[in-house]
């Protein structure tokens, strides 16, 4: 990630006290007993994660079901968190991106036809952020 998208997710007021890049760095070498880890990635990201949360943590994940992943002996809890898309979230959501209250962070912008090359670039790892394709110019 650059240093300018680190620090607005440090500067951002959601307590968080370390940004870990896990295209560059295992989250396991530098995070234990952590209370939450919100995952949007899935697969090996999600099992991993299972392994620095406190007792009593969560895991929210948008990707799949971590509860087979978690110690629940230990007090771990899990929840699958499935986005359902509804027009007035979206034009309120987009409202307060207009307005600064929320900040998307933006990894790369690719035009419509390039929407193969975008895959790639997410897929492959190194563009932090979201991959965004535009539809029409401006």
Do not use: C, W
């Not at 007993?33 to 919100?38: C, I, T």
């Amino acid at each position: 990630a650059q240093q300018q998208d680190v620090d607005d997710v440090l500067n951002a007021g959601f307590g968080a006290e370390h940004f870990v890049d896990v295209d560059r760095q295992r989250f396991e070498d530098v995070a234990e007993d952590v209370d939450l880890v919100a995952d949007f990635v899935g697969g090996e990201i999600l099992r991993r994660s299972a392994s620095i949360i406190k007792e009593g943590g969560t895991v929210v994940s948008a990707v799949e079901d971590p509860r087979p992943h978690l110690d629940q002996a230990a007090g771990a809890h899990g929840t699958y968190f499935i986005v359902e898309p509804d027009r007035s979230q979206l034009m309120e959501l987009s409202r307060q991106a207009d307005g600064g209250e929320v900040r998307p962070m933006v990894g790369e912008v690719f035009d419509l036809a390039d929407g193969a090359k975008a895959f790639e670039a997410k897929l492959g790892g190194g563009v932090p952020g979201k991959v965004v394709l535009r539809a029409i110019d401006e």
